[in-house]
């Protein structure tokens, strides 16, 4: 499974032991001893996965998520708490955490976290990957063929994209046929999706 495994925790012993646990299963990890060392570091632009403690001086867990989340960091959050903390894990899960682990916790749990973490990584990377090149495509078009693009994902047939933009039938057809070649797109249904994707990036 791919994707790095950060550790933040102001303990270096329970860094230590997570990152030898993980890498004894097989998995890639990379300790930071506060937010603020994570956060100056190449990681919140890594797919990947963060355990994080949830209580640690400077920044804690919860702004920490918040300040990736701003970064639109693709990284997926695991946050670690004590048991007199657990209604701050479960508004770090309301704020988009994957997981949270309640000290001490089983090898087993913490390892199926990381798993079902890194499966979320892979999969939300794989669909903003694809937004990305979308929108790359969508600023190629001219103006006309955001036009044609638009009402197309509108539901409007060709006769009626020609009628509101006073073109011939078999321009529509031509605009349709290029917006499809450079949004690489297969079929009207995967067109309209990537089209939708792009907008909700722009607002």
Known sequence: MSGTVFIVDDDPDICDSLSMLLEAAGFTTQTFGSAA???????????GC????????????????????????????VVMTGHGAIPLAVKAMKSGAVDFLVKPFEEEVL??????????????????????????AYATLTERERQVLELIVAGKANKVIAHELTISPRTVEIHRARVMEKMAAASLAELVRKTLAVHSTTG
């Open 37 to 47: 060392a994570l956060l100056a570091s190449e990681a919140p632009g890594t797919l």
């Open 50 to 77: 963060l355990i994080v403690d949830v209580r640690m001086p400077g920044m804690d867990g919860l702004t920490l998520q918040k300040e990736l989340a701003a970064r639109h960091s693709p990284l997926q959050v």
């Open 111 to 136: 390892l199926g976290c990381v798993k079902h973490a890194l499966e979320r990584a892979s999969t939300t990377g794989h669909q903003a990957l694809e937004t990305r090149q979308a929108a790359e």
